[in-house]
């Protein structure tokens, strides 16, 4: 399932937890396809805590409990780490990350805090929701097979590679905008890992955010560039990227487009990515000014002057889920889309 749709359905299973709905949640993928962001995420839109307990790196004890004597009895203490609502707060995420990676005997241990929420004495509280992640066996992680007992505690979801839902992320959190057009353009390398070669640095969601950090660091010293983006996403992607980004020097000015100034597209297809990339960006950061209406009409012209009219339509679309319906509203809007309009009716037959 898509990203997207993910977070739709881990934010309606959150929801689920307060009033006795909720399903506990296993998320399967690939490493670095960003399971653990939209968990994150979903927390995030809910203002609450996310415990993320790493089974991986779990004793069953440590699930469980040390035992203690009390008088004639053996009583257990409760892990400090496991939620708790005097500490943690009435609403949360308990996440139980790298499951798959787990002992066995840990993965016993956990088998009644998913199903039963309550380990001995213990009870997970009613506001919080259980999601776990977790590698597949061919991707090449330490992995066990998971026990059809524990399989059968959970409603099971494989996280899909969705390029526009990466994008919608990336511009959210203001990921470069290079290296979103590098993307546009060479979509197959947003996720691109074979486990029989088990590389040690490869194309993912995860890994494109490191090579956004390394652009910062390293986009003033090109003799360290190349070396720095292929530590992060591998020695081809990282070499295909450098040679991008160093061709975006013939770009048009941005600013002048933004402006309304008469500008003409170029012919290239990595600039036309590039320019519609960077245009999104400037739609998002006009988002809140004065300015915001003026902005977002002149760069739904410039959608017009595109060779390809696919590409305006890439953009406008990107423009959409970045900054909602209110585009819709605008003149210029209807003015392009009168334009495209037999593309939109072609796609949706």
Not at 206 to 211: K, Y
Request: with cysteine.
């Amino acid at each position: 399932m898509r990203p997207a749709h993910l977070i739709i359905v881990l934010g309606k299973e959150f929801a689920g937890a307060a009033v006795g709905h909720h399903t506990p949640v296993m998320l399967w993928g690939p490493p670095g396809v960003g399971k653990s962001q939209m968990v994150a995420q979903v927390a995030e839109e809910n203002n609450v805590e996310v415990i993320d307990i790493r089974l991986s790196q779990m004793e069953p004890s440590d699930l469980r409990g040390i035992p203690f004597r009390d008088k004639d009895t053996v009583e257990w203490a409760i892990p400090a780490m496991l939620p708790d609502m005097k500490r943690h707060g009435s609403r949360g995420i308990l996440f139980l990350d790298e499951i798959t990676s787990a002992a066995p005997s840990v993965s016993a241990a956990a088998y009644q805090l998913i199903l039963d929420r309550s380990l001995g004495q213990y009870r997970v509280p009613n506001g919080w929701a259980i999601f776990a992640a977790g590698n597949r066996q061919g991707d090449r992680g330490v992995t066990y097979s998971m026990p059809a007992p524990l399989a059968n505690r959970f409603s099971h979801f494989e996280v899909d590679i969705n390029l526009d839902d990466w994008v919608s992320w990336a511009y959210r959190n203001q990921i470069d905008e290079k290296i979103i057009a590098f993307l546009r353009f060479r979509p197959d390398l947003l996720f691109d890992f074979d486990p029989a070669h088990n590389p040690v640095a490869f194309p993912s969601p995860r890994s494109w955010e490191f090579a956004h950090r390394a652009l910062q660091k390293f986009s003033e010293r090109p003799d360290l560039l190349t070396g720095a983006l292929q530590a992060c996403v591998g020695p081809a992607a990282g070499v295909e990227l450098n040679a991008f980004i160093s061709n975006l020097d013939q770009m048009p000015d941005l600013e002048a487009i933004v402006r309304g100034d008469d500008i003409a597209a170029p012919k290239e297809i990595d600039l036309q990515y590039a320019i519609a990339s960077a245009l999104v960006g400037h739609a998002i950061r006009a988002k809140q000014t004065v300015n915001a209406e003026h902005v977002h009409g002149n760069i739904l012209n410039y959608a017009s002057r595109f060779p390809q009219r696919e590409m305006g339509v890439m953009m406008v679309s990107d423009m959409h889920r970045a900054i909602g319906e209110d585009l819709f509203s605008l003149p210029e809007f209807t003015v392009w889309a009168d334009k495209i309009a037999d593309i939109m009716i072609y796609d949706q037959v």
